[in-house]
């Protein structure tokens, strides 16, 4: 079963940001609304972006506007609260296999993009995305 969001390190300006935590800020964040994936995915580069859907999504809940998620802060907390990540972070919604961070969609890894067409569906992708099975 997959953890919910957890931080290794602060993510933040002026930190030293791990890259398995940018990415699994962004896409939780992107589960709130807050951050807006560019079309080519989520990354595990930090970006300004990543910094003001962090502040949005602080000030939307009331709690303190400064940029920063600290592991066990009342930020990722919230995070943690509003139930983000429960099915994992980054984790295919096809196959909940961990790590794939999709290559044609962020919600879809590659191996399932290329074999599940079926599933796919369910996310109302246009056809032309989909390779057909051989």
Not at 7 to 23: A, C, F, Q, S
Not at 95 to 111: A, K, L, Q
Request: proline residues 9%; positive net charge; contains cysteine.
């Amino acid at each position: 079963m997959s953890k919910p969001y957890q931080l290794k390190e602060p993510i933040g300006p002026g930190y030293n940001m791990d890259p398995d935590d940018v990415r699994k800020t962004k896409s939780v964040l992107s589960e709130t609304g807050h951050y807006t994936p560019p079309k080519f995915g989520i990354t595990d580069i930090p970006d300004n972006q990543m910094i003001d859907a962090i502040r949005r999504y602080q000030k939307d809940n009331d709690l303190k506007v400064d940029g920063i998620i600290r592991p066990g802060g009342e930020t990722a907390e919230s995070l943690i609260a509003m139930g983000t990540g429960s099915r994992g972070v980054g984790n295919c919604r096809v196959c909940d296999t961990p790590s794939h961070h999709g290559v044609f969609h962020r919600d879809v890894c590659y191996e399932c993009w290329n074999q599940h067409p079926v599933g796919l569906k369910l996310f109302n992708f246009p056809k032309r995305y989909v390779t057909p099975k051989k």
